[in-house]
């Protein structure tokens, strides 16, 4: 005769096993195919990113590859499919992409696209020029960090009327002067809004392929300063940085 104790409590395993092993697949799910959290962990996309934020990343903005799989570098080269599947969009100048950057693709890099397939890209004097003219580039005051630091500012403004905010830490650095890129078909061009302080296609990273995009950044929904973890949250009273909250990302 079984123990009627004894079912109950395997019966109880079991039902606590099956809403585990179903809620981490709707996690699974949801990271795959609709948003993925992503923390900003250098100050490359400053000041419109700043370290400590935490965004949402739609991995539908652009369809998927085999890299909208998170956490897969040693098993991505095994997947079924390449190219992008499911796509609805493709990326647009001024978009805020999250990708794996190119020959090293278990790391992921967040830039803005700047140049699209065919475009022409240079910098010079450290104004940005598609497709042989200046991108309007106008002085927008200064940018003060957390430690006091003031930075001028421009706003660029990109052909398609997306508007935002640059930083110029030094007048003649690296990538304020660069060849002449071309766009090749089904790349990208990406830079960061920290212009000085960023490695991106006018260096390294060079033109990301379109099967190398995640997603688009789209809301940035947490933000703690002072280099701290989220999880310390007795800190959040002097570190949160509650006006980033739910922010929408352009």
Do not use: C
């Amino acid at each position: 005769m079984v123990d009627r104790a004894e079912t109950k409590t395997s019966g109880g395993i079991g039902e606590t096993i099956k809403v585990v092993v179903q809620a981490l697949l709707l996690a699974l799910v949801i990271r795959t195919l609709l948003f993925q959290p992503f923390s900003i962990p250098s100050g490359s996309m400053m000041p419109t990113l700043l370290e400590g934020d935490y965004l949402f990343v739609s991995k539908w903005s652009y369809g998927f590859s085999r890299y909208s799989f998170p956490s897969l570098p040693p098993y991505v080269g095994y997947l079924p499919f390449e190219g992008r599947v499911a796509a609805i969009g493709a990326p647009e100048r001024g978009d805020i992409v999250v990708f794996r950057k190119p020959h090293e693709e278990e790391t992921d890099y967040i830039k803005r696209v700047i140049g699209l397939p065919g475009d022409h890209v240079q910098v010079r004097d450290g104004v940005l020029y598609l497709n042989g003219t200046a991108v309007p580039r106008e002085a927008a005051g200064e940018f003060v960090d957390e430690n006091g630091a003031r930075v001028q500012q421009f706003r660029e403004t990109l052909p398609n009327g997306v508007s935002y905010i640059t930083l110029d830490l030094s007048p003649n650095s690296a990538g304020d002067n660069t060849r002449e890129f071309v766009v090749p078909d089904g790349h990208y061009f990406m830079m960061g809004d920290n212009r000085d302080n960023s490695l991106d296609s006018r260096f390294d990273v060079g033109y990301v392929p379109a099967e190398n995009l995640v997603g688009k950044a789209q809301i940035l929904f947490f933000s703690v300063g002072g280099g701290n973890s989220p999880l310390e949250f007795w800190k959040w009273p002097v570190d949160l940085r509650l006006g980033r909250f739910f922010t929408w990302l352009s």
